[in-house]
Antibody, heavy 113, light 108 residues
Framework: QLVETGGGLIQPGGSLRLSCAGS????????MDWVRQAPGKGLEWVSLIYGGGTAYYADSVKGRFTISRDNSKNTVYLQMNILRDEDTAIYYCARGRTHFDLWGQGTLVTVSS | EIVLTQSPGTLSLSPGERATLSCRASQSISNSQLAWYQQKPGQAPRLLIYDASSRATGIPDRFSGSGSGTDFTLTISRLEPEDFAVYYC?????????FGPGTKVDIK
């Protein structure tokens, strides 16, 4: 399973780091993604990490968010900087490249002054 | 970026009826890399169908997917009470993953 932590209330311009801990799977051996969902809205893919640390980002977060991985802790991270109101969402960790077959329960990030 | 359009926005049906959900892409999706998810309130999405027509592990056979190119369909043959939810399509045929806006299936 995947368990996300680290969400909370943060002011615009602030930073937050989300964590996604894996159990029963090895995050380093899988394609691991972050997908977000604004309140009452649809799903938006955010970022992907795989292999030796190759990473991709949606245009909406490129240059502000960084995905990384700690193999010893079997955990994937999402460092979010220069947060904006529109980054308010539930952030899900998910496994997969062409489709997502395992999801965490999500962690809520609220960007507001 | 491939844009996905889902129709209808809301589908009002009764238990036991057949549901047909459409997902249309702005350009052809390579290798039919189109997936369908179900999401209930307060829950994470659940994978139903991948590669347009392959059922995910544990998904009942009343769920089926079809289509290729730019037009895809999710069919629920007979709606069970637990099937009333929002359904999203998702493509990975281009460089970046995109999701459709969703179809809500509610009880008539």
């Amino acid at each position: 399973q995947l368990v996300e932590t680290g969400g909370g209330l943060i002011q615009p311009g602030g930073s937050l780091r989300l964590s996604c801990a894996g159990s029963g799977l090895t995050v380093s051996g899988n394609y691991m993604d972050w997908v977000r969902q604004a309140p009452g809205k649809g799903l938006e893919w955010v970022s992907l990490i795989y292999g030796g640390g190759t990473a991709y980002y949606a245009d909406s977060v490129k240059g502000r968010f960084t995905i990384s991985r700690d193999n010893s802790k079997n955990t994937v991270y999402l460092q979010m900087n220069i947060l904006r109101d529109e980054d308010t969402a539930i952030y899900y960790c998910a496994r997969g490249r062409t489709h997502f077959d395992l999801w965490g329960q999500g962690t809520l990030v609220t960007v507001s002054s | 970026e491939i844009v996905l359009t889902q129709s209808p926005g809301t589908l009002s049906l009764s238990p036991g009826e057949r549901a047909t959900l459409s997902c249309r892409a702005s350009q052809s999706i390579s290798n039919s890399q189109l997936a369908w998810y179900q999401q209930k309130p307060g829950q994470a999405p659940r994978l139903l169908i991948y590669d347009a027509s392959s059922r995910a592990t544990g998904i009942p056979d009343r769920f089926s997917g079809s289509g290729s190119g730019t037009d895809f369909t999710l069919t629920i043959s007979r709606l069970e009470p637990e099937d009333f939810a929002v359904y999203y399509c998702q493509q990975s045929g281009s460089s970046f993953v995109t999701f459709g806006p969703g179809t809500k299936v509610d009880i008539k």
